[in-house]
């Protein structure tokens, strides 16, 4: 073999174990993107254990948060807090707004009262029980929207709170 012919042949064989290591390289950071892609979602699941909340919750949350800015805070507090002096009622003899946050009574209750609560809002009271100026926010809002109103205000309990409201 001539010392040209040889040459050449060795650089043909470079080029080869190079082509080799491109595609080795290229076919594993496809297979990393891929087992990323399929596992990444799952983290954040609720596999993250209580407290950890999926991304369909978070958006129910999102839009609960803009739904209590808008229908709820002027009587309830833009940080839950109710109205001042909750407890005593106004000179009307009518109920103030309580607190949605752990200081209220809110999470004395199960879903269900509360979902039924801010359907009907102070029309659903016995007279015998008092007068609220609460609207009923049947006609008002969607179920989503009170499904998500109230999975807010529920984002904003401290965990200890939360899991006594779900025994009740
Ligand atoms: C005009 C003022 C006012 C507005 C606006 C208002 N509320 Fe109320 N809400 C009250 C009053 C007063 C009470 C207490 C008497 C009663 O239960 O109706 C109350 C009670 C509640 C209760 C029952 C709490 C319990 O412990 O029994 C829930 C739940 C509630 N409101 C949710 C909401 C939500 C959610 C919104 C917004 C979509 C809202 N309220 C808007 C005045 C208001």
């Known amino acids: ?11 043909v064989a470079k080029q080869k174990r190079r082509r080799q290591t491109i595609l080795f390289f290229g076919v594993a950071a496809g297979v990393l993107l891929i087992i990323t892609a399929v596992l ?8 993250g254990g209580a407290g950890f909340l999926s991304d ?3 958006e129910l949350v999102a839009m609960g948060e803009g739904v209590y800015n808008t229908y709820c805070a002027a009587c309830h507090g833009f940080t839950l807090e ?3 002096s909750w407890q005593e009622p106004f000179a009307d003899g009518s109920f103030k707004a309580p607190p949605h946050d752990e200081t209220g009574h809110t999470w004395h209750h199960d879903d269900a009262y509360l979902l039924e609560s801010i359907k009907l809002g102070g ?4 007279p015998t029980i008092g007068v609220s100026a ?5 006609e008002i809002l969607t179920d ?3 499904t998500a109103v109230l999975a807010y205000i529920k984002s904003q309990w401290p ?3 939360l899991e006594a409201q779900s025994t009740r």
Do not use: F, H
Request: hydrophobic residues 30%; positive net charge; aromatic residues 4%.
């Open 1 to 11: 073999m001539k010392p040209g012919q040889r040459q050449k042949k060795l650089a």
């Open 40 to 47: 990444w979602p799952s983290q954040n699941n609720n596999g």
């Open 56 to 58: 369909s919750e978070l």
């Open 82 to 84: 109710g109205q001042p």
């Open 123 to 126: 029309a659903r009271l016995a």
């Open 134 to 138: 609460m609207p009923a926010y049947d």
């Open 144 to 146: 989503q929207q009170i």
């Open 159 to 161: 965990a200890e709170i």
